[in-house]
């Protein structure tokens, strides 16, 4: 009998992990913006933390890697948010 409820107690345990994975998948952060590193989000629009920006996302300094799609390179030399 102690090992039927053993038994019992790993299947709700693995039932409860099925149920958790998703929502931790979800969690997780989505796509990167293919011209900045490290990772910006997707959105539609990333302005320089302390600056006058209206966001939604802030960052601090980025490497720019590709079109400034975000425009956080003002001067072109590669470096966001300086
Ligand atoms: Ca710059």
């Known amino acids: 009998m102690k090992n039927l409820v053993s038994v019992g ?3 709700i345990a693995g039932f409860a992990f ?6 931790l998948a979800v969690a997780a952060p989505s796509d990167c913006h293919s011209s900045y590193s490290p990772c910006l989000p997707i ?3 990333v302005d ?3 600056g006058s920006g209206n966001g939604p996302v802030y960052t601090g ?5 590709g079109p400034d799609d975000y425009g956080l390179d003002r001067d072109g030399n590669g470096i966001g948010c300086e």
């Not at 099925?18 to 929502?23: F, V």
């Not at 300094?61 to 890697?65: A, C």
């Open 61 to 65: 300094r980025v490497r720019v890697i």
């Open 48 to 50: 320089c933390e302390g």
């Open 9 to 11: 107690a790993a299947v």
């Open 18 to 23: 099925a149920i958790a994975t998703p929502a």
């Open 43 to 45: 959105v539609s629009d």
